[in-house]
T-cell receptor
Framework: DGGITQSPKYLFRKEGQNVTLSCEQN?????MYWYRQDPGQGLRLIYY???????QKGDIAEGYSVSREKKESFPLTVTSAQKNPTAFYLC??????????FGQGTRLTVV | QQPVQSPQAVILREGEDAVINCSSS?????VHWYRQKHGEAPVFLMI?????EQKGHEKISASFNEKKQQSSLYLTASQLSYSGTYFC???????????FGTGTRLQVFP
């Protein structure tokens, strides 16, 4: 079945550590996005990519990094520079700017 | 840059109607509407392209006023399954970002 998969579902990180969240899609979509969700703040765009080997910063890119080496994959690294990383992270993909399909999310907690 | 949604929350009885508004400060190419149940991924409802069209999806429909950069989502004869948080997503004409609003929490009671 086609879809978009995020892993892990839950992730715990010690302060000062980098962690990488995985996002894989087999929908043959060109565009992929990473959003952060905090209570009462909706979905805020971290990074997005329209084609392989190219990506752009969203509204809250500081403390995050991404790569797009393959069309199917768009991993997000939360670096130690991100001061408040505890949040729910959602990955999405779409064909150009049509309907976006979301993964089930990764809940990251700093311990 | 986030579009502004109103109201922030709505409480309904089954069968009642509701309207959720989305307003952007930028000229828009398209507006998307999604519904998210607690702890789940957002699910696509509909997309409206510039041109002021209105779309329908069962008892849920939406309009897009391109000149005012506003969209409204209409929920009629609400059902318990309509409960969740509704997000509008906007794509400005000068970029290919998909940016979401802060959400509207809708609760439907029997």
């Amino acid at each position: 079945d086609g879809g978009i998969t995020q892993s892990p579902k839950y992730l715990f990180r010690k302060e000062g550590q980098n962690v990488t969240l995985s996002c894989e899609q087999n929908l043959n979509h060109d565009a992929m996005y990473w959003y952060r969700q905090d209570p009462g703040q909706g979905l805020r765009l971290i990074y997005y990519s329209q084609i392989v080997n190219d990506f752009q910063k969203g509204d809250i890119a500081e403390g995050y990094s991404v790569s797009r080496e393959k069309k199917e994959s768009f991993p997000l690294t939360v670096t130690s520079a991100q001061k408040n990383p505890t949040a729910f992270y959602l990955c999405a993909s779409s064909m150009a700017v049509t309907e976006a399909f979301f993964g089930q999310g990764t809940r990251l907690t700093v311990v | 840059q986030q579009p502004v949604q109103s109201p922030q929350a709505v409480i309904l009885r089954e069968g009642e109607d509701a309207v959720i508004n989305c307003s952007s400060s930028k000229a828009l190419y398209s507006v998307h509407w999604y519904r998210q149940k607690h702890g789940e991924a957002p699910v696509f409802l509909m997309i409206l392209l510039k041109g002021g069209e209105q779309k329908g999806h069962e008892k849920i429909s939406a309009s897009f006023n391109e000149k005012k950069q506003q969209s409204s989502l209409y929920l009629t004869a609400s059902q318990l399954s309509y409960s969740g948080t509704y997000f509008c997503g906007t794509v400005p004409t000068d970029t290919d970002k998909l940016i979401f609003g802060t959400g509207t929490r809708l609760q439907v009671f029997p």
